[in-house]
């Protein structure tokens, strides 16, 4: 009976179920770059202002925030969204570095790419070179805003390398800062500007905390997000989706919901046993993944060394190897502390210890 009742009452009321919009999409763990669920995750496409994300990663690794930058005749060539800045105009790198994040201006990008590197073409060669060291292999820059060039080439991508990218620009503060910023004043030698940031997601979700919109005719929406819950960072992108905030919002609920952060190492008291190097071995950093109940059994860990002969204090001589199940989501470098540094940490603790005894 209880059956029959329960069937009546989904087809009075049907359970609700969000149907993505997104054409590729990607959630991923921003510590471990764990992959939670993926569409079309490797399908390259274009990826309009997202690319800005690039840029201000350039502008702070190359960049002084407090370089005064005078507005040159080449912010006429810019057209599509702009903070409208005039030649002759005075700003600082980082005034410009809010207006390319939260306006979205491709003047601020055109300025940027003038002010770090002297031209657009030695900026972008700094963008595809960063690409690549974060290991985004399907992605290709060629101009710092993301709209596409006169012979209709533009910036192209991957959900999952705009993942890499948001997640490796989720540990520079200062991006943090700017990208999370809801409005910003400032006030040049010309005007005073006030700039809402065109993220939504930042005024609709409550644990959001930064991201890059984008769009052109060709490329459609796409979007960018990181957003922060229970000690759970989770990156969000989605190419070509008409829905694109409901759908980030609704994404982070269901996997903030459906995953556990668990530390897997500890990098104070995590202990490697090693004989050659009689112990004196260290991990740098500690690290925690996002696990569902069910897989926090299969999570494991498995040290891989190389017996070095001649090594110095610091060296990394391995990895830890972090697995669920059979899926490696992480490896930590190992490194070597010379014998006597941990002789004289060992003897002061021997001291302590007998101290400590003595006035019991």
């Excluded at 009689?278 to 498995?302: D, H, M, W």
Aim: hydrophobic letters at 40%; charged letters at 30%.
């Amino acid at each position: 009976m209880k059956k029959l009742i329960l069937v009546v009452v989904l087809f009075i009321f049907p359970l609700k179920v969000s149907a993505l919009s997104a054409e590729c999409a990607i959630v991923m763990d921003q510590d471990s770059k764990r992959v939670l669920f993926e569409k079309n995750m490797d399908k390259e496409k274009l990826i309009a202002s997202t690319t800005k994300i690039m840029t201000a990663v350039i502008a702070l690794e190359y960049g002084d925030l407090d370089t005064l930058v005078e507005v040159g005749d080449e912010v006429l060539k810019a057209y599509g969204s702009a903070i409208y800045i005039e030649v002759g105009e005075e700003l600082t790198l980082k005034d410009l570095l809010y207006g390319l994040m939260l306006r979205s201006g491709n003047d601020a990008a055109i300025e940027i790419a003038y002010a770090v590197a002297g031209n657009m073409e030695s900026f972008v060669h700094l963008m595809n070179e960063k690409a690549k060291s974060l290991g985004m292999r399907n992605t290709i820059f060629y101009n710092d805003h993301g709209l596409e060039e006169n012979n209709g080439v533009g910036n192209t991508s991957t959900v999952y390398d705009m993942a890499l990218l948001m997640s490796y620009a989720n540990t520079l503060e200062e991006f943090k800062t700017i990208t999370s910023t809801k409005e910003y004043t400032v006030r040049s030698n010309y005007k005073t500007y006030i700039w809402p940031n065109k993220n939504k997601l930042l005024k609709i979700y409550k644990y959001a905390t930064g991201g890059k919109t984008g769009y052109t005719e060709k490329a459609k929406r796409t979007l960018v997000t990181s957003a922060t819950k229970d000690d759970k960072n989770l990156i969000v992108v989605t190419f070509n989706d008409g829905n694109d905030f409901n759908d980030h919002m609704n994404l982070y609920e269901d996997y903030f919901n459906a995953y556990e952060s668990v530390e897997v190492i500890n990098k104070d008291t995590y202990e490697i046993n090693d004989e050659y190097y009689n112990g004196n071995l260290f991990v740098n950093k500690s690290f925690r993944v996002l696990a569902k109940e069910e897989e926090k059994s299969l999570i494991s860990t498995n040290v891989v060394l190389n017996k070095v002969k001649d090594y110095v204090d610091g060296d990394c001589v391995g990895y830890v190897e972090v697995k669920i199940g059979d899926e490696v989501v992480e490896k930590l470098s190992v490194y070597v502390r010379k014998n006597e540094e941990k002789g004289e940490k060992q003897g002061f603790f021997k001291r302590l210890i007998s101290f400590l005894q003595f006035w019991k």
